[in-house]
């Protein structure tokens, strides 16, 4: 997968060279690039902003070198993706959908935002990270990446895996437990020690149901429940 992001700041993107993106980066299982939007343009102090029309409170990413700045890219097929908290909500269905994707642009706005004629003309989809303004794009975009790289096939490794997340069953993810069984009286719920896979996999679906109850029960409205589940709920 390759992926482009348009930023006034790539250098915070080092968060990006750590850990299992990093690793996903040294196989080439993904390709990460920063393209600094200021460098298209044209205005000889470098600005890249200017205050509304209409009037208000702060300044507006202007349309030229964005225009530019994606008009440069290679050719292909591709999603650019604008970050806004006017957006659609980001979710693990997204980032699932993302994962299919050759190419992915994500395109970080600041101070006010964008000109209006770069959402219509370039952008396909605007996405936001949360019900909450944060001061730019690139902490959302990097967290996107993360969400959908870790997606891709070996990228997470064989030991680890993503199909019981939280959300990618529908549901929030049952507790986990390691060594050792009694850590100074606080000790783990006996099923797990049980070796009954059965009765593990039966708690680990109660435990899911139940937090998802209590944390978050506007997710129980997308889920497929079993009439098991069912009984469960309303014992
Ligand atoms: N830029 C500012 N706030 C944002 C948010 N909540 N999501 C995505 N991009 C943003």
Known sequence: ??????????????????????RAQEEKRIELNYVNFRDYSTNRHGRVDDSPYGGGAGMLLTPQPIFDAVAALPEAKRRIIVLTPTGRRFDQRLA????????????????EGFDQR?????VTDEVSLGDFVLTGGELAAMTMIDATVRLLPDVLGKSASHEDDSFSTGLLEYPHYTRPAN????????????????RIETWRRQQALKRTLERRPDLLDQVTLSDADRRYLQS
């Open 1 to 22: 997968m390759n992926i482009t992001v348009m930023t006034l700041f790539p250098e915070m993107f080092t968060a990006l060279n750590h850990s299992i993106v990093a």
């Open 96 to 111: 699932e959908e993302w994962s299919q994707e050759k190419e992915l642009v994500f395109l970080c706005g600041h101070y």
């Open 183 to 198: 850590f100074r009286g606080l000790t783990v719920p006996d099923v797990l020690l049980s070796g009954n896979h059965a």
């Open 118 to 122: 770069i959402h219509d003309e370039l």
